[in-house]
């Protein structure tokens, strides 16, 4: 169990994690989201003593990291790729990490062979591809078979057969009884793995939940409508059911190619199909939709993403969201639609 | 098997969609049951790609509890996912108990401690591991004798020429004994840049790979890290220059094997074990210093440019300030407390003869017993320094 209690570290005066806690608990993939610069990786290696926090404290199974008898017994922990000496043979990087331990040689072996860098273990690691030292640092945190793991991005470079691996192997120690943090800015990945999700922006933790509850509070009762007249669809549905919004949004590259996006909202699907049918109204696309997990992370840390880039030739996007939410139409006046910057509402 | 997809897109085949029902009832059940059927499915699903024999003895996590009632009509729907765990529906908005965490079984690990044995083989398996290593030991074993056999040649040059008129004698002179063995140490001192970059390297490679990360997860506590590779670079310096004054010491004694040489005097019986030992120990302290300006700086080149800036550069300086301006000829005192200098006082401990100068000087110069107490100072400042400079930075 990873518990951290009000860690909070400034570098150069800016704070890059303000008092956050919250643990990650037993049996229970705990997922870390942020977006890039957000403190993640400082609180990772805040936990494992690599950053000496300027308050607060971090526990891992109830003692700090320093204080453990066997610190590659307790903690796995993947931080870096490249973490390996380049000059060294991948052999020569793990069996040195399990010496300090007390791991015997045969783990060495063991771990080579679950994480498939056999062929390659006498190369130097100079030479390696990203995937392969992925793969490399994920051994020696897997090699003194860890109560809690620690992964810090551990998908970045691997190849989907990979990132499945990595996500079955999150799960398989996590149903084993230990607890895992992982960390990542993806929450499409995180969801398929995690059960406990923790998304922190600007060094304060945004929102813990639950997985589950996360995506209940963010499915939406959505119907997504390509229809070729937008404005006849819209008085149709208006008509039957008042209390419904019908609002423009952006088309998707899944959408056919021809026709306007609606979404509706506030009424059930067949009441809505069987009023468009009746109405002979012609649709060429009708879709219950959930909401979009990546909007809503999206959403959530909008506001505290660090670094925020533009395509060239446009203006930065000064607070889009807060316009879009005020606007009650819906937006067929106005078209908030922007093309250039790709995103609606 | 066909994996059935997870995640938020894993619908069962629509069973209740045919038929019109009010809204609230169908849209809660049928998200309890999206949600139910995908637990179920990221529960049980076991992971097949493992292959030593460890993770199959472990068993798989304990089926949840039978479900209170059933009232959907399909449950034989649930296609690929779960042939052991039951359908686990109800009309209580509760989602199924996830099986009690487990504490983890003994792994096939067994219980190491962190130790610090360990931890000095570790180094050792990282240091024989490099090919940097092989290079300077190596390096250091050519250049010992080979410097060695320079400066015998030269004191038995010495020796054919009459001091006073520059001509060849006809019978060379007896070569003096101390000098022979202050040529089998006579290279020490330059030798004493390629250990230095060996001690530099053994710190400054684990920063600047990044692969102190992975050093201090698997053992947080830096000093004993430090301790470590102290001892490591230690061993590993002293034993190889020893085995180079050892080929030096053969080297001279083979080239004067048909000259004239000296016996030893009374007072010089120290000289040999001063050589060979004391050769090999400030080669030691040589790179422990060096190491410890390798902590501090953390950078190869920024550290092999101090090592070398203490070794040379700074003397050079500081020597020449006190040629030049008379009243400064305090700041010789602090020159030759520097440890280049410190190394030649050592060894050759103070024979006047025709390698060594015999100029007096207004300063205070150590004796060679004094040289090797500067030498000892100046390692400890700089591992001490080191020491509390690893320990205390962060790792970002």
Redesign the interface.
């Known amino acids: 169990m990873l518990e951290i209690e009000e860690l909070s570290k400034a570098f150069r005066g800016k704070k890059a994690v303000d008092r956050i806690s919250f643990t990650a608990?037993?049996?229970?993939v705990t997922g870390f989201l942020g977006p890039n610069g957000a403190g993640k990786s400082t609180t990772m290696?805040a936990i494992?003593?690599?950053?000496?926090p300027d308050s607060g404290r971090a526990l891992i199974d109830g003692r700090p990291?320093?204080r453990?008898?066997?610190?590659?017994?307790a903690?796995g922990?993947v931080?870096?790729a490249?973490?390996?000496?380049?000059?060294?043979?991948a052999y020569?990087?793990l069996?040195?990490?399990a010496?300090?331990?007390?791991?015997?040689k045969s783990?060495v072996d063991?771990v080579i062979?679950?994480t498939g860098i056999d062929s390659v273990k006498k190369r130097n690691a100079g030479s390696y591809s990203l995937g392969m030292s992925q793969r490399l640092?994920i051994a020696?945190a897997l090699?003194?078979?860890p109560?809690n793991l620690i992964l810090d991005e551990p998908i970045n470079g691997l190849d989907p057969e990979g990132v499945k691996?990595v996500r079955?192997?999150c799960?398989?120690y996590a149903?084993?009884?230990?607890a895992v943090l992982l960390s990542s800015h993806l929450m499409?990945e995180v969801?398929?793995t995690a059960d406990d999700l923790v998304i922190i922006g600007q060094g304060r933790i945004l929102q813990q939940v639950s997985v589950?509850d996360f995506?209940?509070q963010h499915?939406g009762?959505g119907i997504r409508i390509v229809s070729p007249d937008p404005e006849r669809v819209r008085n149709v549905l208006l008509d039957a059911v008042p209390g419904m919004r019908v609002e423009m949004t952006e088309r998707k590259e899944s959408d056919p190619p021809r026709g306007y996006a609606l979404h509706v909202t506030g009424a059930?699907l067949?009441?809505v199909a069987q009023t468009l049918a009746h109405s002979q109204t012609v649709v060429y696309q009708f879709v219950q939709e959930?909401g979009s997990?990546e909007d809503a992370y999206m959403e959530l840390t909008h506001a505290s993403a660090e670094y925020r880039s533009t395509l060239p030739g446009t203006r930065p996007a000064a607070a889009q969201s807060q316009t879009a939410k005020q606007s009650s139409d819906g937006g067929f006046v106005n078209g908030q639609f922007d093309e250039q910057q790709g995103r609606g509402r | 098997m066909a994996a059935p997809r997870?995640?938020?897109h894993a619908r069962p085949a629509t069973d209740a969609a045919d038929e019109?029902r009010p809204?609230k009832e169908?849209?809660a059940q049928a998200?309890q049951e999206e949600?139910a059927r995908e637990?179920q499915a990221?529960?049980s699903?076991q992971?097949q790609?493992?292959?030593?024999q460890?993770?199959q003895s472990?068993a798989?996590?304990p089926e949840p509890p039978s479900p209170v009632q059933n009232p959907s009509p399909a449950p034989a729907s649930d296609t690929s996912a779960a042939p052991r765990t039951p359908a686990v529906l109800n009309t209580q908005n509760t989602?199924p108990r996830?099986?009690?965490?487990?504490?983890?079984?003994p792994?096939?690990?067994?219980?190491?401690?962190?130790?610090l044995w360990?931890?000095i083989?570790?180094?050792f398996?990282?240091l024989f591991?490099?090919?940097?290593t092989y290079w300077l030991m190596g390096i250091t074993l050519v250049l010992l004798p080979a410097g060695a056999a320079m400066s015998a040649w030269t004191v038995h040059w010495t020796a054919t020429i009459d001091p006073q008129t520059g001509k060849t004698l006809n019978t060379p002179n007896p070569v003096d004994v101390a000098d022979l063995w202050i040529s089998v140490g006579g290279f020490v001192s330059t030798v004493a840049i390629v250990t230095g970059i060996f001690g530099v390297l053994a710190i400054t490679?684990?920063y600047s790979?990044?692969?102190i990360?992975?050093?201090?997860?698997?053992?947080?506590?830096r000093l004993t890290m430090v301790m470590a590779k102290i001892i490591t670079v230690s061993m590993i310096v002293f034993i190889v220059s020893f085995v180079g004054m050892l080929i030096s010491w053969a080297v001279v004694a083979i080239m004067s094997n048909d000259w004239s040489v000296t016996q030893l005097s009374g007072r010089e019986w120290r000289l040999p074990w001063v050589t060979l030992f004391g050769g090999a120990a400030s080669l030691t302290l040589m790179a422990l210093l060096a190491f410890g300006v390798g902590a501090i700086c953390r950078s190869t080149p920024g550290a092999v440019f101090a090592y070398i800036a203490i070794l040379t550069i700074l003397p050079n300086i500081l020597s020449i300030v006190s040629i030049v301006a008379k009243e400064f000829g305090w700041v010789g005192t602090i020159a030759s407390v520097m440890p280049g200098g410190s190394i030649d006082r050592f060894l050759q401990m103070n024979v006047s003869s025709a390698l060594t100068s015999s100029v007096s000087y207004d300063y205070f110069v150590p004796n060679w017993w004094q040289s090797l107490l500067v030498l000892v100072g100046w390692t400890a400042l700089s591992v001490v320094l080191g020491s509390l400079v690893v320990e205390?930075v962060?790792?970002?």
Not at chain 1, 99 to 104: A, H, Q, S
Not at chain 1, 175 to 178: D, L, N
Not at chain 2, 129 to 132: E, P
Not at chain 2, 213 to 221: D, E, F, G, S, V
């Open positions: 608990r037993n049996g229970r290696k494992l003593g690599l950053i000496r990291y320093d453990l008898s066997s610190p590659m017994r903690v922990a931080l870096d490249r973490s390996a000496h380049k000059g060294m043979s020569a990087h069996r040195a990490l010496l300090t331990n007390g791991i015997p783990r063991e062979a679950i640092s020696a090699l003194g078979d109560y691996w079955e192997l799960r398989y149903a084993q009884g230990r499409s969801a398929l589950a995506v209940r499915s009762n059930p067949e009441t959930r997990l | 997870r995640g938020r019109w809204m169908t849209q998200e949600r637990e990221r529960q699903f992971p790609s493992f292959q030593p460890s993770f472990v798989p996590p989602r996830r099986p009690r965490a487990r504490r983890p079984k792994s096939s690990v067994p219980n190491g401690r962190l130790n360990g931890c083989r570790s180094e398996v990282k591991a490099l090919a940097s490679a684990e790979t990044k692969s990360q992975a050093t201090l997860t698997a053992n947080p506590k205390r962060d790792v970002k």
